[in-house]
């Protein structure tokens, strides 16, 4: 597919889907991703960082986290999809919690270089039309000793948990993901998309590339991967 071609269809789908999003994450990863989540503010907020981006931020779940997690630093979160983004601006002010929500691309996005002390995205990246561009753009608006924090879903573990997990991935989860959602395309795509994304050590030789200092962690048997990228 297109490069151009896969990000229409995805801010499309995920336009369409923003009202059951929150949902459908809670259900269909039966609460896990709660935790991913946790573990992967607590990386991105070790430094400290005064300036923080959550890319991809969707309904906003990572960013409110990090504002709660740091609240002397300014979080900003981004995203292509207006609809998801006028849920995050909901939820963060029935939490009281200041976050700027603004649309942006995330393989032009339209920030200085060194804008960030830290650039988090959760779920988002295996989304992006084109890996190296995304990474070259983080890469850029990070600050000298800034952190990258990738929270994805790597292809599903080898092994009898893997057989499970991949029954529930490819069968369980478009069905019940497409009848509360509306949207079968969408929930069809999550499990393609993720058996077609880069296993984690093939991962971290792409971020290496673009100069990050890189190591991940495997959570809950593999089924999510947190990449921690550091640039020198
Ligand atoms: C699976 S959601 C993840 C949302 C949120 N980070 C979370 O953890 O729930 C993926 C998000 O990536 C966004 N996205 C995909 N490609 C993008 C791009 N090129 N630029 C900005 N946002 C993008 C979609 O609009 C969608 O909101």
Do not use: C
């Amino acid at each position: 597919m297109a490069p151009e071609e896969k990000a229409q269809r995805v801010r499309r789908m995920f336009s369409e889907i923003a009202p059951r999003y929150d949902l459908l994450n809670r259900l269909l990863s039966l609460g896990a991703d709660l935790s991913w989540r946790r573990r992967a503010v607590a990386l991105a907020l070790e430094g400290r960082p005064r300036r923080i981006l959550d890319l991809a931020t969707g309904t906003g779940d990572l960013a409110l986290l990090l504002k709660e997690g740091a609240p002397e630093a300014q979080v900003v979160g981004a995203d292509f999809a207006p609809p998801m983004l006028a849920l995050a601006r909901k939820k963060a002010e029935v939490r009281g919690v200041e976050v700027d929500f603004l649309e942006a691309d995330a393989l032009a996005l339209p920030f200085p270089d060194a804008s960030f002390d830290a650039v988090t995205v959760a779920f988002g990246f295996r989304n992006f039309a084109d890996y190296q561009r995304a990474l070259h753009e983080i890469h850029r608006v990070l600050a000298p000793g800034g952190r990258l924090v990738l929270l994805e879903f790597p292809p599903p573990p080898k092994g009898a948990f893997g057989l499970v997990y991949r029954l529930y991935f490819g069968k369980i989860l478009p069905f019940i993901g497409g009848l509360i959602s509306g949207s079968f395309g969408a929930y069809r795509y999550l499990p393609e998309s993720v058996e077609a994304f880069p296993p984690p050590e093939a991962l971290k030789a792409l971020m290496e590339e673009v100069g990050f200092r890189v190591r991940y962690e495997l959570l809950t048997f593999g089924v999510a991967a947190i990449h921690v990228g550091d640039k020198g």
